[in-house]
């Protein structure tokens, strides 16, 4: 089966500019996380959807990043403005409901450089 | 914050068994037990997990000990494709989020 698709794989952009990155689940993949994974840590949860209703998202800085999963299949995660802070590699995994959030199946990640 | 507590790195030499502890003293009755992988540039990747008993697959084997306050992933024949960050993962139920912590930095020597 395929696995998770992310895009763009790399970004660069200045402090202050918009960004945006793409993730498409694994097909019948009902839950979708963002995590976002700074040099030297492990991956941190931003949010996780549940088909496209959100199930947590207590650690997302809300004044500059929002997410959205609309039909309950790909979704979107956005910085804006983005402060240098934020270089990070943005992981989106998702899960079966059968097998539960435990096993979570990764994408390969976009590494976010904020200049 | 992770429930567990594992050595920074570990180094194995390659043809070997390679043998990763995590100790979770703090587990409570109900908690799984995961293991994830994460390879230079990669996403994680998913390994094995266990409640009680001694789990197998392709890749790895978990050993729990009866307390479960510790465990160990054994890889069997380490390769130098083993080489990666193995994170030991307490969860509450097989629904509930799992939080990674730093992990154990696994180099295969050749």
């Known amino acids: 089966e395929a696995g998770v698709a992310q895009s763009p794989r790399y970004k660069i952009i200045e402090k202050r500019q918009s960004v945006a990155f793409w993730c498409n689940p694994i097909?019948?993949?009902?839950?979708l996380y963002w995590y976002q994974q700074i040099l030297g840590q492990g991956p941190k949860l931003l949010i996780q959807?549940?088909?496209?209703?959100?199930?947590?998202d207590s650690q997302l800085p809300k004044d500059r990043f929002s997410a959205e999963r609309l039909k309950g299949v790909d979704s979107t995660l956005k910085i804006q403005p983005a402060k240098l802070e934020d270089s990070a590699v943005y992981l989106c995994a998702s899960s079966f409901p059968s097998r539960g959030a435990g096993t979570q199946y990764f994408g390969p990640g976009t590494r976010l450089l904020v200049l | 914050d992770a429930k567990t507590t594992q050595p920074t790195s570990m180094d194995c030499a390659e043809g070997r068994a390679a043998n990763l502890p995590c100790n979770h003293s703090t587990i409570s009755g109900n908690e799984y037990v995961y293991w994830y992988r994460q390879i230079h540039s990669q996403g994680p990747q998913y390994i094995i997990h266990g409640l009680k008993n001694n789990e197998t697959n392709e890749m790895a084997s978990l050993i729990i000990t009866e307390d479960r306050k510790s465990s160990t992933l054994i890889l069997p024949h380490a390769t130098l494709r083993d080489t990666a960050v193995y994170y030991c993962?307490?969860?509450?139920?097989?629904?509930?989020?799992?939080?990674f912590g730093k992990g154990t930095r696994l180099h295969i020597l050749p």
């Open positions: 993962i307490v969860t509450y139920s097989r629904d509930d989020k799992i939080i």
């Open positions: 097909s019948g993949h009902a839950t």
């Open positions: 959807f549940q088909n496209n209703g959100v199930v947590d």
